[in-house]
């Protein structure tokens, strides 16, 4: 009941506030919007409401509409929206009309209806449509192929309809040479890159005064152009591989490959990969029959393009045949080397032990002679080579060694060539076989040859027949016979036979009895020093007996006849015969006798040799045999090396040597010293030294260099060498030697501060009578006056010198060749002297 009061009492105030705005009190019902005609475009969502105007609204019945056809429009069902339908506000007493999607069907004539009390009541609205700009076939993003003419659809529906035109980036586009518009959209002509772009369609429609833009952005797609490359690529078998096939094109293109041959798409083949994106074909593992044409092709929306590419396969050769041969001396050899590669590998031979190849065709005047040829198999080439050798000799036999190369790598092989021949017995010496005192030999025969020889053995031309003191071992290629002679009927000829299938050979074989060495035909004197002789020495003959082996001497002072107590010196035979450690000025008695594996031989008759006096040493000898007028060139410009042998000390053991150094020129065939200024001499302290290197030397320059040893009886002759220096300084490898140690160094210093603080002290004492002198002589300073008080005149007076003093200082120095001796002015007497 309050709440339908409270409905009446509402309704009542919105009629006087209706009443109030109008300013009438006519009850009748109005529309929003107002106009009574009213425009819609299709598609559209409408509104209308229907409110009653009276001065008590409370009479007024819940209006209601009707469609142009009469027909009242319900309300929608719960939970439903239909197309039409309406809702009531009964608080406002209004009557909503819901249009949900407006279409030209729905136009006419809406009525709104009510009573007042009991009075008729009603209001109408005409709604007309229209179609709005539509964009049915306008994409906003379109792809135009280069080179094709191409329309920039735009298809717009309106009504009225529209009018359209064009701009391309804010510049109107008018039909022309390029241009066509049509109703449906913007015909392009022969699509160039510059065409790429944004479009604009503009679509207007006067009568309504719509206005509707559509920005088509349109890109142009150009069909894939392969970019220049080699149309062949070489890979090695074996190894992994790519091949890459690159195009321009927009969009970017992908890419396949193909083999030409199998028309086998490898991105899906096994071992072959392919980068869609990068247009990469990767080889996992190259084979031989991988060689051929391959076809790259490239795809994009514009179109396609493809490319082909010749594949060259590299494979290593590889040696599948080489036979080890056999061929008889003096007639034909053949070697065969077969293999396989790609490309055909090259072949050659070399025997092992040349470094040179031997060259296809003719060698050795026609001898050897090579033959190459090659073939196709299957996936590969097959080369063949063959040497031939004609006239075979014992120097063809051996490894030779083929060689097959291509440009994938190469393969050696070794075969041997073995030449057949006769025994011989070229590596067998004739020297006789020595036995005595019925000792057993052995008698060795050693055949060479191919195949082996047999071997037999004859004795005085009668095969030879085994006994107790003959025993026979080995029958080829190796024999030996075994013989003791106890009788001297075994001596004599033993003939070795050895046989095969090409041929025999023997060999003589003497067996002689043995003797001690004869007496030596001749011992002379050669060199003499005062402690050396050396000695040349002619042997006997040698036909009894075996070679000489060495030379013996006996020698002792002549004064002494007993040859048991000489001394013994023995000698390998051709070695240098010297004697050493003799004394100077003694006589001595020297017997020869010669030595071969039987035993010493006779004793020659002796000869006696008188050594010379005590005398400086010999001359030094280069160590290298070298002309003291010859120059030599050194491997170093700052330095040389000088070595020598150590030469006789003739009575006096060596004490130093000189060594002298001087630049010098060519002068009309003969050397001479620069300058007498330049010339520079070192010692050398030292008895065992045999090299000094002389340093500090000027690039480029000749000098004449001495070696002279010395003792204490002087100077031998000089050892004569002139040397020239390398240009340019060449550094030997090792660090200048230190000339200080640090420990001088130090002490170097140390010196140099005690003289310092002297020559201060002095100063001091000279000039202020002060300092560590000063202190030290003030103790003991007398005037010159008190010492002259204290001696007498006379003790100022040299000393006179007394009878005693004056022959003590007339005492001489003499040298007897071995010692020196001070003398008091009596005679110098000296102990074994030889003056």
Known sequence: MRSSRGRTTGVAALALMLAALTGCSAQNLRIYPMQKQQTVAVGKSVVLTCQADASDPALVSQPHWRDPKGQII???????????????????????????????????NYTCEATFTNMPLSASVVLDTFVAITWTNANENQYATKGKDFKVMCEVTAEPAPSVDWFKEGTPILTGDRYVIDVNGLLIKSIEESDDGTYTCRAVVIQTGELAERNIKLEVYTAPEMEERETRVVIKEGESASITCKARGKPPPTYSWIKA?????????????VNEIKGLLTFDRVEAGDYGKYICSAVNQAGHNETEIEVEVLVPPKIFELYNTTAAEKTEGRLECKASGRPAPRISFRKLSSSERLLNGPNDDGRIIIETSNRQT?????????????????????????????????????????????PTFEHMTNVPIWSWNSQPVNISCIAESIPNATIKWKFHDVDLIESPQVRIY??????????TPTDRSLYGVYKCIATNTLGEAEHINQLREAFPPGTVTQAKQETITATSVSFSIVGPPEEMGPPILAYTTQYKENGNYDWNLAMNRTWSANSPYIVENLRPMYSY??????VNRVGVGSWGAPITVIMPRRSPPEQPKWREAVSSESLIHGKFADRYELQWKVPAHNGEPIDMYEISYCPVMKVSG????????????????????????VRGLQPDTRYRMHVRAHNILGYSLPAQLYVQTALGVERSGFAPPQLLSSGAIVGIALAGVLICLLIVDLLLFCFRRQGVIATICGKRVKTHKDDETKLGRDEKEPLKETGDD??????????????????????????????
Not at 91 to 100: P, V
Not at 412 to 418: A, C, I, Q, V, Y
Request: glycine share 10%.
């Open 74 to 108: 319900n309300e929608a069902a719960s939970g439903t929206r239909p197309e039409i339908y309406t809702e009531p506000m009964p608080a406002k007493q209004l009557q909503l009309l819901y249009i949900s999607s407006i279409t030209p069907a729905m136009a006419g």
């Open 261 to 273: 041959s199998t028309r086998e798409n490898l991105g899906t083949a096994s071992r072959f990969s």
């Open 378 to 422: 299957g996936d590969q080439m097959q080369s063949s080579a063959v040497i031939t050798i004609t006239s075979l000799n014992r120097t063809d036999d051996g490894l030779y060694e083929c060689v097959a190369e291509n440009e994938g790598g190469e393969a050696r092989k070794n075969g041997h060539l073995t030449v057949q021949f006769k």
């Open 474 to 483: 080995g029958s080829g290629p190796i024999s030996y016979v075994t013989v």
């Open 589 to 594: 008695d020297f017997r020869f006798a010669a």
């Open 670 to 693: 003969e050397w001479r010293i620069s300058g007498e200024s330049d010339c520079l001499t070192e010692e050398l302290k030292s008895y065992e030294a045999i090299n000094y290197e």
């Open 806 to 835: 004056a022959i003590k200082r007339n005492s001489s120095v003499e040298f007897d060749g071995r010692r020196v001796y001070a003398t008091s002015g009596g005679p110098i007497i000296g102990k074994n002297s030889a003056v």
